[in-house]
């Protein structure tokens, strides 16, 4: 098993840069995937950006360019930087993991991007 525990959420306006960050219960070494997902009001929850172990990252296409996610192991902790943020980008942000086949989330930290 594994907790995921988010924080670095906010309020913050157009254009500006935000970093949230996820403390996993275990080493991250030891998961295959972790990444952040998110969800908007109405809208399903969907993929932002993910990593492997060996280094592999994945982002979805509206995010490419602008958000980084890494990771450090030392303190199991997996982060996602936000530049150039839009209103769009607004929602709840989800830390996700799957050491094997198992989904494991976090409880959520709210990213809200002013016009």
């Known amino acids: 098993q594994v907790q995921l525990v988010e924080s670095g959420g906010g309020l913050v306006q157009a254009g500006k840069s935000l970093r949230v960050s996820c403390v996993a219960s275990r080493s991250i070494s030891t998961i295959n995937t972790m990444g952040w997902y998110r969800q908007a009001p109405g809208k399903q929850r969907e993929l932002v950006a993910s990593?492997?172990?060996?280094?592999?990252?994945n982002y979805a296409d509206s995010v490419k360019g602008r958000f980084t996610i890494s990771t450090d192991s030392a303190k199991n902790t997996v982060y996602l930087q936000m530049n150039s943020l839009k209103p769009e980008d607004t929602a709840v942000y989800y830390c996700h993991a799957r050491p094997l086949l198992r989904d494991y989330w976090g409880q959520g930290t709210q990213v809200t991007v002013s016009s």
């Open positions: 990593t492997r172990n060996g280094g592999a990252t």
